[in-house]
């Protein structure tokens, strides 16, 4: 019961009287100069109290009584010169009332309690007097409410005294004893105090919270109110207690829609949220109620909401409140923009669409500059959610990953384990070269033990480069070891594992021997994409040939059932990494053709292809080709050859250089309407284009008109049917005997002045390049090579990389071929090559580009097969005429070549004699 101050008729008092009166007396003058926040004398007064206090001359009422009118008069007031009095008067009557009955003591815990929100440096002082012992020693004493009240005190003074267990004990037992305020009170504070961390509680802990939350009936829900409602609500979904008593709770709640005031909306689908329950009929209430009265924070909370319990159904709402956030950037608390921006990539807002919808991108543009704006406020935790974002976005500003990654990188050593694996994944996917990254894998060596999140974090770094060779290769296998030998690996942390293993080439090593070991024991859980990736590995690895047929049966196993069903249809990617997976590790032979795997994947694409075409009329051409633009040399019903000049690009995704008046996909919906032939302006579909061609090259392209014939094509690139076959002049005089180019190529979008292909052994995918020397020719100083060439993988670059690194780049390469010879005085041969930018000017002088042409294609089509050759354009003709051949063979082979009857299937080229060619030397 409140205790009631009675001020006195008059303001002075005489020292005449006797000492009881002057005490009382003073003490309700002191009283009523609190109340009124009337500064003046409040501090001469104070030491008169302080005497009194000291004399023991106060009941304990009026103990009470003096600590709520002195914290109540603290927690408003700024800074005075009664500051310096109160504390000593706090502590002094805390000591007394260490001595009082429960009830007084915890209306004395309860004002400090408040006191200390405000003020945090008086958080100790009921410590430091053992007023709060005092409190945990009387609960016997206290009713329901006073022992919720004493509750709320523990948990917002984040006390782990037993004492709240042995609360939630009695609490349960006597459930029905509890009013819905005390209810929700006790319940708010065992929720606070476990927080996230329930699980990390002993059993008897667990069990004493369990026991309250399952002892609350769901028929007493009707006696709650509204704020009762919330603070349950938010218990329940901060402990992930009782998802069954949260779904009567919301539909209680549904019936009090209009009693709800937006902080309880705001508890109510935040827990729901947390909890990802389904309840769509609260949730489209809540949506179509008013926002107008809500903060943006909390508008950002529901849309947070929202998206854990039903993605992809409130697409619309996540719209609206996006569009009033960006309104409203300044009052966004930063945690709120890194949440609007989860749930933006949540519901794959990449710049498409949201329930019918469009996000546009000056709505991202504003969001992720406000976060510019607010990183110095901005916590670690915030930091990697909005990275995580960002990424899952597709949304790049590389200052602002810069920056952001920066703050992370000065925490790092306070990152918790998913924190680590979420910016770990964040920066490597944004592919930012962050300093901090090599110190990852020691950080996830001290801390990290979950599979999950060590799967991420190595896979990640395999993507960023902080691979061994880079500053802590130790602890970075040490960590892969760790990865691999985690019990809760699941089929895709398995997976990433073993495609980081496969990248970083950790052939034989431990980590190696640790995940492959466990791939029989995993087979059940991998899906289709799991098996995908782990065979890729498997090859990349050259793994046994039993580990990858029992991969290879398991996706057969997925496959089987989705032929046969009307439903979706698995991954085409997936299917065509198996594909290639298996043509690899059989390289030279059959490919696997006539596999189970083969068969089953043919169907599936062929299946996929036509569903995608359904209801599409036949192609029909529209206009003539111009001159001097790309050319059609062979058009079938659902498939095409095109030639490509130099200087026009294949956009099979992003651009960033050439014109569009230069992108082939430009060129051929000119010739085809986009009505007819969709493929055409599908970018996730490449634009109808198999493969690609650099921008300074010429040669020949497939291009499938129809999504059937794509996967049909893709198929065949995918198992080696389809054959690329080039015609390359080289630096220097390649030996006959080379026949073969196997280095991994590693490419990297990161700004530079360096190429952005390198061919190396340690890192990168697999590369095979086939080689045929067919001469060697000479101008002035310079030698050179005339090269047919066959590609057994298409990795970017691959043919200019490749020849680079063994030190014979192509002619006029402006990324790869900048470098220079000189004769030697005392010999014929050439001397190594050197880095530099004069021998690149000097090819121009005579070739005007680099010199690489695609001469030959040959696939299938309705089991028909098709050959296209095209000879040497014009430009590359006319260099190769400035060139003297070295001997007879090369001279017969450049007659050839120059007069196009050279231009013949790669395996039927010859080759120049290997003893003549060395012997010159």
Known sequence: MALRCRAPARCNFSPLRPEADVCERDFYRFVGLLRHRNPRSIAELG??????????????????????????????????????????????????????????????????THLSRARPDYGTLLTETGLLAAASARLSELCPRDVSRCAWCFAVLMSTSPVLLDMAASAAAHIHEYSSFAISNLAWSLAKIGGQNFHQYDNSCRAACSAFFNAIPEAALAQFDASDLAGLAWALG???????????????????????????????????????????????????????????????????????????????????????????????????????????????????????QKILPFHLEALTSAGQVASHRFT????????????????????????????????????????????????????????FLHMVPAQALAQVQGGRDLANIVWALAHAGATPGRPQPRAWQRLAEKAASTEDLTGQGLANVAWACAIVSMEGSKAHRLLFARVAGKTSELQLR???????????????????????????????????????LPDATSVLALLWAEAFAGRGQSGGNGSELYHLGKAFLQLTGRTLDSGHLPLIPTQEMAPGEPSILLNLSDRMVLYKPHGWEVDQATSESAAERLKLSSFVRSQFTTRQCPILKDAGHLHGFLHRLDLPSSGLLLT?????????????LHTGVLVRDYVVLCHGWLSPSCREIDTRIAWSNAAGSGPPS????????????????????IRTDDSFSLVGIRIATGRRHQ??????????????????????????????RFAAWQPSDE????????????????????????????????????????????????????ELQLQGWLLGNAVRDWAELPVLPVGQSESMK
């Open 238 to 356: 901060t402990s992930s207690c009782r998802p069954g008593l949260m779904r009567a709770l919301s539909a209680e709640a549904l019936l009090k829609m209009v009693q709800l005031e937006p902080a309880h909306l705001v508890n109510i689908c935040w827990s729901i949220g947390k909890l990802k329950l389904s309840e769509d009929t609260f949730l489209q209430a809540a949506a179509s109620l008013s926002m107008t009265a809500f903060s943006p924070d909390a508008l950002v909370s529901i849309s947070w909401a929202f998206a854990r319990a039903s993605p992809k159904v409130f697409g619309s709402f996540h719209l609206d409140i996006t569009k009033i956030c960006v309104a409203k950037l300044d009052m966004l608390s930063p945690k709120s923009l890194c949440n609007l921006l989860w749930v933006l990539a949540k519901e794959r807002a990449d710049g498409t669409a949201i329930g019918g």
């Open 530 to 568: 799991d098996a995908a990736n782990i065979a890729w590995s498997l090859v990349m690895l050259r793994s046994r040939a039993d580990d990858l047929h029992i991969v290879l049966s398991r996706a057969c196993a997925l496959l089987r059932p989705s032929l046969g069903k009307g439903g979706n």
């Open 758 to 777: 390198r061919a190396q052994n340690d890192t990168g995918k697999p590369a095979v390049t086939k080689l045929r020397v067919l001469a060697h020719a």
């Open 47 to 112: 030491a008169a109290i302080e005497q009194h206090l000291n004399r023991g001359a106060f009941g304990h009422g009026q103990l009470v009584q003096l600590v709520c009118s002195t914290a109540a008069y603290l927690s408003r007031v700024k800074m005075d010169g009664f500051q310096g009095k109160a504390h000593s008067l706090l502590a002094g009557a805390c000591l007394e009332l260490v001595r009082a009955p429960g009830r007084e003591v915890v209306q004395a815990v309860r004002a400090i």
């Open 704 to 716: 499938a008109k129809s999504y059937e014939a794509f996967y049909d094509l893709m198929l065949q």
């Open 799 to 828: 043919i200019r990389a490749h020849l680079a690194h063994i030190g014979h780049p192509v002619v006029c390469d402006g990324k790869y071929g900048r470098l220079a010879h000189s004769k030697q005085e005392d010999s014929s």
């Open 380 to 435: 670690t935790q915030d930091v990697c959610s909005f990275l995580w974002a960002m990424a899952a976005l597709v949304c790049v500003d590389k200052v602002l990953v810069k920056q952001l990654g920066g703050l992370a990188g000065r925490n790092i050593s306070n990152l918790e384990a998913r924190q680590l694996a979420m910016l770990s994944w964040a920066i490597a996917t944004l592919k930012s070269r962050q300093p």
């Open 839 to 890: 021998q690149f000017r000097k090819d121009r002088e005579w070739c005007p580009r680099n010199f690489l042409h695609r001469y030959r294609l040959a696939f299938t089509a309705q089991e028909r097969p098709y050959e296209v050759l095209a000879p040497l354009p014009k430009e590359l003709l006319a260099a190769l005429s400035q060139l003297s051949p070295r001997e007879d063979a090369s």
